[in-house]
């Protein structure tokens, strides 16, 4: 893989959940909820803007593999699909990676609005 200093291009085998050719899922370090991955492209690339359709391809294949496995592992009820693209939308570890975050009935009082509450005051309308 890419950059020796990039914590998502030095992982170690036994921590990659899932994989395909191009991407590999990984559970998040600091989960939003049980389950919650994150599927990261092999190549090191910061933005979803530089990845090949080949690799577009390969991570939406593999979010739809992990989809699965998490329906099995964790049962959720629903899921928020995310991509922090740059710093000032909160992207702090500049290798692009995905958040499947799996949703579970009654984990927030109102969910209505979903990914629009990453600005607060936005989600609910």
């Given at each position: 893989m890419g950059s020796e200093s990039c914590i998502f291009c030095t992982i170690e085998p036994e921590e990659m959940v899932l994989e395909n050719s191009c991407a590999y899922a990984r559970y998040d370090m600091h989960p939003v909820s049980p389950g919650h991955l994150l599927i990261i492209p092999k190549r090191h690339f910061g933005s979803v803007f530089e990845a090949t359709e080949a690799e577009l391809s390969a991570l939406w294949n593999?979010?739809?593999?992990?989809?699965?496995?998490?329906?099995?592992?964790?049962?959720?009820?629903?899921?928020?699909?995310?991509?922090?693209?740059?710093?000032?939308?909160?992207?702090?570890?500049?290798?692009?990676?995905?958040?499947?975050?799996?949703?579970?009935?009654?984990?927030?009082?109102?969910?209505?609005?979903?990914?629009?509450?990453?600005?607060?005051?936005?989600?609910?309308?």
């Open positions: 593999l979010i739809t593999v992990a989809r699965l496995y998490l329906n099995e592992e964790y049962s959720p009820d629903g899921y928020n699909i995310g991509i922090n693209e740059g710093s000032v939308a909160g992207q702090t570890i500049m290798h692009l990676h995905i958040h499947l975050i799996p949703r579970y009935s009654g984990d927030m009082k109102d969910p209505r609005g979903g990914v629009r509450g990453v600005i607060p005051g936005k989600q609910q309308y």
